[in-house]
Nanobody, 123 residues
């Protein structure tokens, strides 16, 4: 069965950190560009970060640059999103997606989506 499963979400105070994981089963992640997206209540889903399959180049939305880091562990077939210095405006459901390529910080040609993991940043 082909699927992506996100984990690592939770509730943190402003300034805190979380590490999200995106684990693949049924296919090999390293042949795909992997993007992280998020959707806050009442807002459209937006791209956050992307890591390419070819050379591991990474891209970030301006709102998270310098605070979030995307990485991949091919041996574990998993992509991570390390989120530091979290702000209340980072509160959203976070999704990962496997696509054909990164167009900046957005993964395009998306074949697979995970079910999402909730991140809440609040004091």
């Amino acid at each position: 069965q082909v699927q992506l499963v996100e984990s690592g979400g939770g509730s943190v105070q402003p300034g805190g950190s979380l590490r999200l994981s995106c684990a693949a089963s049924g296919f090999t992640l390293d042949t795909y560009a992997i993007g992280w997206f998020r959707q806050a209540p009442g807002k459209e889903r937006e791209g956050v970060s992307c890591i390419s399959s070819s050379d591991g180049s990474t891209y970030y939305a301006y709102s998270v640059k310098g605070r979030f880091t995307i990485s991949r562990d091919n041996a574990k077939n998993t992509v991570y999103l390390q989120m530091n210095s979290l702000k209340p405006e980072d509160t959203a459901v976070y999704y990962c997606a496997a696509g054909a390529y990164c167009s900046g910080y957005v993964a395009w040609g998306r074949d697979y989506w995970g079910q999402g993991t909730q991140v809440t940043v609040s004091s």
